[in-house]
């Protein structure tokens, strides 16, 4: 074979052993440091991570731009005084902490139960808005046996006493849904302490789209 016509064979050969590396999918992390996250979900340990796929898609449930508002417009950054807004790494931390072992914390889906069939953030336990909300039927006995038995919150003749009482971390599908803001408004109306609430107001949207773990809601 001669000469030249081995180099433009060898060089071929290069350009599409180099083309197929490119195309082959790239490492997905969370952070530059992290890959992964496990987390306790169900009572079984989950892996969050993102999708390895690097042609994936937005879910179909979250691609619809132009819900109608009301009711679904869009949120403001600070939904009230002291109630911080978090975004994923932070929701990811409070969610390994918790499956260490951390009862201070409670990481809270506030959708309605057909949404949350759909898929939650592993480690989430569902806790309907129309749950708190007097305005849709939620009695007074029901949301005190929410507070006490869920929320850790204390009954003290009448009056709540909120010292012992979890760190909510609530969330729902994004940024133009109210259901996670109406659970929060509610309980700041009960007195529930504005520093224990966090608000992750990307929600489902922002997770999903993101490609992270997603997980079928436990019992």
């Not at 060089?11 to 969370?30: E, M, R, Y």
């Not at 306790?40 to 508002?69: E, L, W, Y």
Request: glycine fraction near 8%.
């Amino acid at each position: 074979m001669k000469p030249k016509l081995l180099k433009i064979i060898m060089l071929t050969t290069s350009l599409i052993w180099v083309g197929n590396a490119a195309a082959a999918d790239k490492p997905v992390g969370i952070t530059p440091t992290m890959k992964e996250a496990s987390v306790m979900h169900g009572g079984k340990s989950v892996k969050i991570m993102r999708d390895q796929n690097n042609k994936a898609v937005v879910n179909p449930a979250f691609a619809k731009t132009s819900r109608p508002c009301p009711p679904f417009c869009i949120q403001p950054i600070v939904l009230a005084p002291g109630i911080e807004t978090l975004g994923e790494q932070e929701i990811i931390d409070y969610l390994v902490r918790m499956s260490k072992g951390d009862k201070t914390i409670l990481v809270v889906d506030s959708r309605t139960p057909d949404w949350v069939q759909k898929g939650t953030i592993p480690g989430a336990v569902n806790i309907p808005w129309t749950a708190l909300n007097p305005a849709k039927g939620a009695d007074p006995i029901s949301i005190g046996e929410i507070l006490e038995d869920q929320f850790g919150a204390a009954s003290l003749e009448g009056l709540w006493d909120y010292s012992n009482a979890k760190t909510l971390v609530m969330f729902c599908n994004g940024m133009w849904c109210g259901q996670s803001p109406n659970n929060i408004k509610n309980l700041l109306k009960f007195g529930y302490p504005a520093h224990k609430i966090k608000w992750y107001r990307g929600g489902m949207q922002n997770w999903s789209n993101l490609g992270l773990t997603t997980a079928k809601p436990t019992s």
